[in-house]
């Protein structure tokens, strides 16, 4: 059946004590209401209603989507108020899944089996059993029916014995809601409309109100502070490990690993302590990654080792390929199969080919290499003069010495040689050697200086 989403996350979060919307606050590097819309968006709802406030300018130049409808809310007068402020844009014959912007773990799993619910039942309900329900919205029963809600502070002695609680999460008919949201009153100590009371509305319609549970507590556990952030971020990143896990990836320690964006793994991959996964990356077949290496945004395919302490952003890598450790490449870096970098080398918008090598303490920098060049340690490709940046071209099977600078722009043809210590800033022709250096003087009788 055509259903459509609400999103509750006007609030402020004072809690979190932040300049930033709650809702913003990132678990796995995606902001928290964000991972929900990609949530139901696998769903492929008619639309996604976000009902925000506080933050409005932040909430709109992050939050990304196909169907969203914003929806403001004002003024935070409830939950039901809230839900008020999409009522005019939800068609009557569809059902409406109203969800809580700040518990971001929710599985799509889950919200669709609160779907299948709901197709025997009038409302659909969220809920889950605590070991310790203190402060929460307490399920009332008659036998399998839910007859209402009650609150922590409003609950008898018995009804708070109850442990099955209230995630604010449900699914009922449009028509429905908007019918129950016209009949809700704010006369209460809070001067509040409350969401939770079209559930007694329903009941004493002889409406059938039935339950869905998720398969963890963790997963409708909300966000009020930063401890709650950092427990919820734990969990999503252990929740990740075992999954990669189980995909065949070997973690050195899984609760020392990181993933805040998409990671796609071929088999027997292997990521060492430490690692941090950012953005979207692909890993192939045999990859090895060691220990505090950040992967942003990069592609490696098999057979590569990223060594240690190794940074890879924007950058593409082949097959067969070493680099590091302790290596950077930036954004337009790329190695062809077999290609290495070894220690404190840093590439950018620059082309290692083929085979080729450059090992120790280098910088290429818009530069393309040749298949089989070896580059030696303390190279530079000079590109920048202040004002713009020019190219280095090496051919193929070009010995660059050790100390050269190469200043762009400048070609280094193939076969050619660079003695070291050379700086370069005329083409190189084919074959040829060049040595660009000062000549040599040896002083006979020199004096050494000594202190006063």
């Known amino acids: 059946m055509m259903f459509s989403v609400v999103i509750l996350a006007a ?56 169907n969203i409808n914003w929806c403001l809310q004002a003024e935070q007068l409830g939950t039901g108020h809230a839900v008020m402020q999409a009522q005019n844009d939800l068609q009557d014959g569809e059902d409406v899944l109203v969800l809580v912007g700040d518990a971001p773990l929710i599985q799509a799993t889950t919200l669709q089996r609160l779907r299948d619910v709901k197709q025997t039942a009038d409302i659909a ?38 442990t099955e609680i209230n ?17 809700l009153s704010n006369d209460n100590a809070q001067g509040e409309y409350y969401l939770t009371d ?26 009020n502070n930063r401890v709650q952030l950092s427990r919820l971020e734990c969990a999503l990143q252990q929740r990740e490990a075992e999954r990669l896990m189980m995909e065949g990836v070997t973690l050195a320690d899984p609760h020392r690993f990181y993933l805040r964006g998409e990671l796609k793994t071929g088999i027997d991959v292997t990521l060492d302590v430490n ?25 490696i395919k098999a057979g ?6 190794s940074i890879v952003e924007d950058a593409s890598v082949a097959k067969n390929c070493s680099v590091g450790p302790f290596a950077r490449l930036r954004p337009g870096a790329v190695l062809k199969d077999g290609a290495k970098v ?28 040749g298949a089989r060049t070896n580059i030696g340690a303390g190279t530079i490709t000079c590109n920048y003069d202040g004002v713009n940046k020019s190219k280095t071209i090496i051919g193929e099977d070009v010995f660059i010495g050790s100390n050269s600078s190469l200043v762009a722009p400048v070609e280094i043809g193939k076969g050619a040689t660079v003695g070291a210590g050379s700086t370069i800033n005329k083409n190189v022709p084919e074959e040829d050697l060049a040595v660009a250096r000062a000549k040599q003087r040896n002083i006979q009788g020199w004096i050494k200086p000594k202190k006063n």
Not at 203 to 210: H, L, M, S, W
């Open 304 to 309: 590569s080792r990223i060594e240690a302490n």
């Open 275 to 299: 690692v941090v996964v950012e953005g979207k990356v692909a890993l192939g077949d045999n990859v090895y990654v060691g220990p505090n290496c950040i992967l942003r945004n990069c592609a």
């Open 125 to 162: 309900l969220l809920t889950v059993n605590l070991a310790d329900p203190t402060g929460m919205g307490r399920i009332i029963r008659d036998g399998e029916n839910i007859t209402g809600i009650v609150e922590h502070k409003d609950a008898t002695e018995q009804e708070r014995a109850i």
């Open 342 to 369: 070894g220690n404190f080398v840093e590439m950018k918008k620059a082309v290692l080919g083929e085979g080729a090598k450059a090992n120790h303490f280098t910088y290429l920098g818009d530069a393309e290499v």
């Open 198 to 223: 079209v559930i007694s509305m329903a009941a004493n319609e002889g409406k059938r109100i039935q339950s869905a549970q998720p398969d963890t507590a963790v997963e409708v556990e909300g966000v």
């Open 11 to 66: 609030g402020k979060g004072t809690r979190m004590k932040s300049s930033l919307p709650k809702v913003l606050h990132p678990i796995g590097g995606v902001p928290m209401v964000q991972r929900i819309i990609n949530t139901v968006s696998s769903l492929s709802p008619r639309s996604v209603h976000l009902v925000y406030g506080h933050g409005a300018e932040q909430l709109k130049a992050t939050i990304s989507g196909d």
């Open 167 to 183: 995630t604010g999460m449900m699914m009922m008919n449009a028509g429905d809601l908007k019918r129950w949201l016209g009949a």
